[in-house]
T-cell receptor
Framework: DQQVKQNSPSLSVQEGRISILNCDYT??????FLWYKKYPAEGPTFLIS?????DKNEDGRFTVFLNKSAKHLSLHIVPSQPGDSAVYFC???????????FGPGTRLSVLP | NAGVTQTPKFRVLKTGQSMTLLCAQD?????MYWYRQDPGMGLRLIHY???????AKGEVPDGYNVSRLKKQNFLLGLESAAPSQTSVYFC??????????????FGPGTRLTVL
């Protein structure tokens, strides 16, 4: 049973609009979450993180929201750009540990 | 500063053959990891290492062995390859601990096909 779920395999958004990628987790012990972006034929690259003591973290166009009671986090990209087209992975760990559990990913397509 | 590099980039094996995947990092990271990525399943941890000379099992360790003889290198071995090990393999490294420092840096991946 997947502990980290990304129920939308793909998402298409118009350039300039907001992209919202969702992630749900089942393990209430998770206390640190990251988002990675992955282009084809490359390794994932770190995008943004959030710890369980916060409910929001911003970095430029990227904002991650955490709802602990719902065991849900989301990544907002505003405004979306064609270069944001990639696969986005959500990952979680507990005790701020190094063993992350990854979701299956969501493929974002930003249309010009 | 090359970051995390992986050798080879592609490989085709026949069932029963063996091979070793090499991962190298030049960031002086303590932790290193091997993942496999399969369609619809995200990245799954195979083995990891918390320092030179140490290794530990991850989520899917069966059929793989690892060694960390030098801090900068982490080797993944397949002793007798099976078609189920056809996958893309990613190596990653990270600092030890500390909030905000747990980011893992990934290599470009090795695409392995077992016939």
């Amino acid at each position: 049973d997947q502990q980290v779920k990304q129920n939308s395999p793909s998402l298409s958004v118009q350039e300039g609009r907001i992209s919202i990628l969702n992630c749900d987790y089942t393990n209430s012990m998770f206390d640190y979450f990251l988002w990675y972006k992955k282009y084809p034929a490359e390794g994932p690259t770190f995008l943004i993180s959030i710890s369980s003591i916060k409910d929001k973290n911003e970095d430029g166009r990227f904002t991650v929201f955490l709802n602990k009671s719902a065991k849900h986090l989301s990544l907002h990209i505003v405004p979306s750009q064609p270069g944001d087209s990639a696969v986005y992975f959500c990952a979680a760990s507990h005790n701020y540990g190094q063993n992350f559990v990854f979701g299956p990913g969501t493929r974002l397509s930003v249309l010009p | 500063n090359a970051g995390v590099t992986q050798t080879p980039k592609f490989r085709v094996l026949k069932t029963g053959q063996s091979m070793t995947l090499l991962c190298a990092q030049d960031m002086n990271h303590e932790y290193m990891y091997w993942y496999r990525q399969d369609p619809g399943m995200g990245l799954r941890l195979i083995h990891y290492s918390v320092g030179e000379g140490t290794t530990a099992k991850g989520e899917v360790p069966d059929g793989y062995n690892v060694s960390r003889l030098k801090k900068q290198n982490f080797l993944l071995g397949l002793e007798s390859a099976a078609p189920s090990q056809t996958s893309v393999y990613f190596c990653a490294s990270s600092w030890t601990s500390g909030r905000g420092r747990n980011t893992q840096y990934f290599g470009p991946g090795t695409r392995l096909t077992v016939l």
